[in-house]
């Protein structure tokens, strides 16, 4: 046998996928389990319709079907497809829908997938049940269309089988064993099975699966309508299964795809049904399958009022049959992917859609055979990316219906969510009230965005305003609050940031071996570092201070650094990790006038010999504070950190001494204006697990001389090998300004997308970083950026676009 002895538990579209991928990298010590009859046990699989839309705002999920789409397409059971390439419509009916397929048309040109504006008669024309008065445009993707779940579920499993996996149907898993933190096997109603490796492909008894191992899995099964109409007569006499493109009319939350003379009908537009997944009825005891609930025929008679507007000749048939069928969602409507934090050995692979499945079935194959996943940038994926509130019962619950009856909304990029907030509050909050702040929500963290005390602040500037769509969430007043801090002094929040405590006698060791600078210096030393991946791609970057021997602070993105962190430490105790996140907070100071407002109310000198990257322990009044000599925004200050409870006097002494030198406070709209103009990348954005750091111009932060890290020898060898990099430009329209994820154009072809994008402020242009071959990175280079129905001009631009000299941090 060959690799480790693995079961996946689950043979629906996801399991199969795995079982396809796992043994075509070898691995044939491979058990596929289901409750159910092959090859269709009863799961989401077994009744989906299988549409296949690849536009997504998520390049991953965008890559994670392109690839189902390739797979299934050269997949056949006895010379049947697995996927009917009709390809994909989605039709706009209003202005704004037609605008937003500009975006999705832009999103896909991005990610290098074909696809295609059409007017409306042009529209019509590709899907003649159309009514041609009811469409305003289209997008057109050729590559789109139909998987046959259950075929593609029998191909990959009959694939797997063929090279040694074993298939058992009608094993039920009761349990799975665990030693010492490792899984051991699976117990069964029909026996126990040993394993080295337990994957939960259940689909939505996911959480009841993973439970078994006392993991919590963030997902909600919930019901969605499918009905089929009788015979349409302009479809009559069709022989063909399908040969009508796959429909989308997002507007009134439906979909449509053919089957012979007949119309699928899917929608959303209905009240969230959600179900517990323990609550699921058991297979024997369905009347269907466990998947399928009664049709409510009450809520889908809006569908079919819609329906017959769209398409006018289906007012001559009727519904046939419907059921609501059951389906996962999260909270962020991504997957659920990757090991659990507390048990070695238990992976899940969750929460992901047929048009994903065979992606996300290759992505897990690699995480188990390679150790990682070269293919796909997963860290939106992650299971492992919730904080803990995110994992509580009502924040699932209240979050997945919201998704569903958000599922076809045009949703702004900022647009935060409206129920259960507020959610997570710093000690500034009340201050932050009373100045009128702004909020949006990051990680559950309420966030200023700009302040209304400081309308006054724009009198007399003069500040560009930007389209509609980048004027949601957005107000003048941004502007002002990035100039003052480039003028006087800013207090910006910065609680929302996460920061981890490194301690014990083998933490600098620890550090050493993960990241990509070198933190063992003296006491008081900071240090920007990456974390790398084992193939060198960037897994997050960090700021690493030294506050005691053997304490350190990270400030890092997220849960993910956390989870990194803890995966390596070393077994014998010698270091800790903790989440220092919840009982901080964290004021970034800065401006020019910083050093003034601080040093008379410390005794510690915060004058020059407190060096840019240092840090220093000290008091501020009574507040015990640590001070890093650090700036995001490009000017002179510290970021201070001190306990929950002392948060609210720090806001209050800043304020107050700082009234005499112009102090505001500021939010996260003139934050990301600053620290664009300064060329500062936020991971996630900007780079991801498949950038390493020389092409993101992270070069400065590998320090190859340090001896060996995590990652260092997947870097070497990557950095030559390079051919894009993250690039700088500027907008010379006047006022211009871009959102993120566009499309870069040189000439007619796509040839990069944005990464972030903001108006810079002081540098009175828009910027946009975006990934570009090498070849067009020369300074002065020329390129367009698709912004909606637009193309915008941008020039290829050094960086950073402001004080390059760095003479504003360094005094
Ligand atoms: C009405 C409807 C329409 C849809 N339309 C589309 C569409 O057009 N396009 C698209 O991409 N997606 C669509 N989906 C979503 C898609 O069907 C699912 O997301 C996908 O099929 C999930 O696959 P899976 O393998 O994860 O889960 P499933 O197919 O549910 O498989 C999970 C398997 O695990 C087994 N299992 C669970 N617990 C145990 C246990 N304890 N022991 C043994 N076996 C167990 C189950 O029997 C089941 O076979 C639709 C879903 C529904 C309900």
Known sequence: MTGPRVVI???????????????????????????????????????????????????????????????????????????????????????????????????????????????????????????????????????????????????????????????????????????????????????????????CCAGIWGPVVAAKVGMTLPLTPLAHQLAWTSSVPALAGRDEEAVLPIL??????????????????????????????????????????????????????????????????????????????????????????????????????????????????????????????SSFDLHECDVNRFEPHQLSPQYVLTRDCQNFVEVYDILHPLQPAEDLRPLRTSPFHQRQRELGAVFLEASGWERPQWYAANAGL????????????????????????????????????????????????????????????????????????????????????????????????????????????????????????????????????????????????TDTDVGPALKYFRAAEAFIGTVPVTALRLSYVGELGWELYTTADHGQRLWDLLWEAGQAHGVIAAGRGAFNSLRLEKGYRSFGADMTYEHEPYQAGLGFAVKLDKGDFLGREAVVARKDASTQRLTCLTLPEPGAVVMGKEPVHAGDRCVGYVTSAAYGYTIGAGIAYAWLPEELTAVGTRVQIGYFDRRVDAVVTAEPLFDPGMTRLRG
Not at 176 to 194: A, H, M, Y
Not at 464 to 472: G, H, K, M
Not at 569 to 598: E, F, H, N, Y
Request: charged fraction near 25%; glycine fraction near 10%.
């Open 9 to 199: 538990v689950g043979a629906g579209v996801v399991g199969a996928a795995l079982a396809d991928e796992l043994t075509a990298r070898g691995w044939d010590d491979v058990t596929v389990v289901d409750q159910g009859d092959l090859p269709a046990p009863g799961g989401s699989t077994s009744h989906a319709p299988g549409l296949v839309f690849q536009a997504s705002g998520s390049r991953t999920m965008t890559a994670l079907a392109r690839y189902t789409v390739e797979k299934l397409d050269g997949l056949e059971v006895d010379g049947e497809p697995c996927f009917l390439q009709v390809g994909g419509l989605e039709v706009a009916t209003t202005p704004e829908r037609v605008a937003e397929i500009h975006r999705r048309h832009g999103w896909l040109t991005g990610s290098g997938v074909e696809a295609h504006l059409l007017d409306a008669a042009a529209t019509a024309a590709k899907h003649p049940l159309l009514d041609p008065e009811v469409v305003l445009g289209g997008l057109w993707v050729p590559t789109d269309g139909l998987a046959k779940a259950v075929r593609a579920v029998d191909a990959q499993t009959r694939r797997a089988a063929a090279r040694g996996a074993r298939l058992l149907p009608r094993h039920e898993v009761l349990d799975i064993t665990v030693t010492d933190g490792r899984v051991t096997g699976v117990v069964t109603d029909q026996g126990e099975l040993p394993a080295d490796v337990v994957v």
């Open 248 to 373: 989308r009319h997002q507007d009134q939350d439906l979909y449509y795809r053919e089957r012979f003379d007949t119309l699928g009908i899917g929608y959303y537009g209905h009240r969230p049904m959600p179900i517990r997944a323990q609550d699921i009825a058991r297979l024997d005891a369905s009347e269907v399958m466990p998947s399928v609930l009664e049709f409510t025929q009450e809520d889908f008679e809006e569908a079919w009022r819609q329906t017959q507007l769209l398409l006018p000749s289906t007012r001559d048939a009727k519904i046939e049959e419907g059921i609501n069928g059951l389906f996962s969602f999260t909270t962020d409507n991504m997957p659920l992917i990757g090991q659990s934090p507390d048990v070695s050995g238990f992976w899940v692979a969750e929460a992901v859609w047929v048009t994903h499945s065979a992606g996300v079935g290759r992505a897990v194959a690699e995480l188990l055979v390679d150790g990682h996943c």
């Open 458 to 601: 724009v009198d007399g500037r003069d500040i560009p305003t930007p389209d509609d769509w980048a004027a949601r969430y957005w107000s003048p007043i941004v502007a002002a609050e990035a100039q003052v801090t480039r003028e006087a002094v800013a207090m910006y929040d910065m609680t929302a940031l996460k920061r981890l405590e490194v301690t014990g006698r083998g933490a600098a060791a620890f550090l050493n071996g993960l990241v990509t600078g070198n933190v063992d210096k003296s006491v008081g030393s900071v240090t920007y570092c990456l974390l790398l991946d084992v193939d060198g791609g960037i897994r997050s970057d960090v700021t690493v201070a030294r506050l005691a021997v053997d304490r350190f602070q990270v400030g890092a993105n997220g849960n993910l650094d956390l989870d990194w962190l803890r995966r390596h430490l070393p077994p014998d105790g010698s270091v800790q990790v903790r989440d220092l996140t919840p009982g901080t907070c964290c004021i970034g100071l800065w401006g020019p006038r910083a050093r003034d407002l601080l040093q008379p109310l």
